[in-house]
């Protein structure tokens, strides 16, 4: 039986790649990660997309390619709204905190 926190990193790890400098610099990490995240759900939607004409076209596809690139686009842009949602609750309480 594996353990199930195995995969956990301990702070101390995570406290020296901080003193270390090995995490992104505070200037743009954030809006970066979140273009790629968008370009990444776009990618997926693209897919899903093109999947469905080439079948529609009776080209050589398979459908459950087809359902899984559509399933995978629907469930990345769901991922996403929940992190935007997330993101836009904890700003909306770090505008409620009292100076």
């Known amino acids: 039986m ?5 995969g956990i990193r301990a702070p101390e790890a995570i406290i020296d ?5 090995r995490t992104p610099s505070a200037g743009g990490s954030f809006s970066k990660l979140f273009e790629q995240a968008i370009a990444r759900v776009e ?11 080439s079948l529609m ?29 997330k993101v836009v609750s904890a700003y909306q ?5 009292q100076m």
């Not at 990618?43 to 004409?53: H, I, L, N, P, T």
């Not at 309480?93 to 905190?97: D, G, K, L, N, T």
């Open 43 to 53: 990618q997926f939607q693209q897919d899903s997309q093109a999947k469905a004409a």
């Open 93 to 97: 309480e770090i505008m409620r905190m």
């Open 57 to 85: 076209r009776g080209e050589d596809q398979e459908v459950h390619d087809v359902v899984l690139a559509a399933q995978r686009a629907e469930l990345s842009f769901e991922y996403f709204l929940q992190v935007r949602n």
């Open 17 to 21: 790649e901080v003193s270390l400098g």
């Open 2 to 6: 594996s353990n199930p926190i195995s």
